[in-house]
């Protein structure tokens, strides 16, 4: 009698520790999915690259080839940078699959065909991307690159 009641007490852990591990895939799913705000995501950008001595400035902008909401920020009073906020994490990666590994073109489908655009940008492309947000930045500096590389992973596609 005593095994049995072992064997059932050491089943129903078993069974409490797999439902554990469910929820704590199923919270980190959830914040995967989780939005981040715009206002949110420009204040922590703005507080990231002004803590290493960078300036900081942005401007909301008009729709470009990404898909998202455009933002244009001014590092340094000349360094590019544009951040992209979508809707969801699904639209950001939706979008991010259209970008050449080298970041010089983007594909958008129009139903079964593509049609795939060159882009002549006017520095290096370097793009990365957190939940639904985008950042692409253009340039070589160093520093700012350590920065994003170190905040948001390595690029997604770029140069």
Sequence with gaps: MYKKGMVIFCVVLMLMGCK???????SVSLESSI???????????????????????YEDANK?????????????DSENMQVYIYESSDKAIEDA??????????????GDEGMTTTIDWIDNPHFYK????MILY???????LDILSDSFGEQIAGS
Excluded: C, H, P, W
């Design 130 to 133: 957190i939940q639904n947000i």
């Design 138 to 144: 253009l340039g070589n500096d160093e520093t700012i």
């Design 64 to 76: 470009s080839i990404l898909e998202g909401e455009r933002v244009n920020i001014t590092l340094n």
């Design 20 to 26: 554990a591990a469910n929820q704590a895939e199923e």
């Design 97 to 110: 699959k259209r970008i050449s590994l080298d970041g010089f073109s983007y594909t958008k489908s129009e």
């Design 35 to 57: 939005a981040i705000s715009k206002d949110d995501f420009l204040e922590e950008m703005k507080e990231m690259f002004e803590q290493s001595d960078n300036t900081f400035s």
